[in-house]
């Protein structure tokens, strides 16, 4: 008995957390979400759509949607390339390769933008070759694109590379030993097997690739219209004293990063859900 007495939590300690732990998601996540909105609805909703008319504006909504258009289905490619070549295969290097995918991570998003200034500018180690051809990476669409598949690129492989260690290879071999091949085998097989994980990784590109800032700022060199993502712009407008429009451009970004969370959250339940009927 004194043992359960002395194990029982204080009655005060319960209630003390969720009130503390209420006030920091009220503080820090529910109030700017609701000033963000509140701000761009201050002059009307016929005000706030009318925002969106603006041409520069929705330039850079639509290049924000190809940058992810274009991101995601290339680093879930390389992504599961990546994990399957780490998790079926052993060969040298392969803890260097595992260290590698972990670098966009490591370094700061404007670290990244440099290597690809350093790479592809005027003064760069192909800036020189690139001018001769008459093509163009930094300051344009290229460069921007380049620089948000370098930031986003690990996520996909992040995400498959701990579940295909945990699944192991013996579905697979089982598979080639009955006479399967190595694309029916990865369709068949493995592609089922991870394809919650999968499509998760895929939702957390999107929504880095969505909001990605600091590469995207370095590279694109903030010509109006042309190479200013949603993020940037964001910036551009309110350094203008344009907070209605900026508030309005943020809420759409909001919206679109509330909807990859609600996306997420249903997943992570469907594949909860999954598991226990497994088990």
């Not at 895929?202 to 109006?224: D, H, K, Q, Y």
């Amino acid at each position: 008995m004194r043992t359960a007495k002395l194990n029982r939590e204080p009655r005060w300690l319960k209630p003390t957390l969720m009130t503390v732990a209420l006030t920091f998601l009220a503080v820090f996540i529910f109030l700017p979400v609701y000033t963000i909105f509140h701000e761009a609805l201050a002059a009307g909703v016929f005000a706030y759509f009318g925002y969106f008319r603006d041409p520069e504006i929705f330039s850079a909504i639509k290049l924000t949607l190809l940058t992810a258009l274009i991101c995601v289905p290339v680093n879930t490619f390389f992504g599961v390339l990546t994990a399957w070549c780490v998790t079926k295969f052993e060969f040298r290097g392969k803890n260097v390769l595992i260290t590698m995918i972990e670098i966009p991570f490591a370094i700061s998003p404007v670290i990244a933008g440099l290597l690809f200034i350093f790479l592809f500018g005027s003064f760069g180690w192909v800036g020189s070759w690139l001018i001769e051809h008459n093509l163009k990476i930094v300051f344009a669409v290229p460069g921007i694109v380049l620089a948000t598949a370098f930031v986003t690129f690990p996520f996909v492989a992040r995400e498959l590379i701990p579940l295909m260690q945990e699944l192991g290879k013996d579905d697979e071999e089982a598979a080639m030993t009955l006479g399967a091949g190595g694309l029916q085998t990865f369709f068949r097989v493995t592609l089922p097997n991870i394809k919650w994980g999968l499509l998760y990784g895929v939702i957390l590109t999107n929504a880095r690739a969505i909001g990605e800032f600091g590469a995207v700022a370095v590279v694109s060199g903030l010509i109006r219209g042309v190479t200013t993502t949603m993020p940037l712009y964001i910036e551009i407008l309110y350094n203008e004293y344009m907070f209605s429009a900026a508030f309005a451009v943020a809420s759409l970004l909001t919206l679109l990063a509330l909807v990859t969370l609600t996306v997420k959250a249903i997943l992570e339940r469907f594949i909860a859900a999954q598991r226990k009927i497994k088990n």
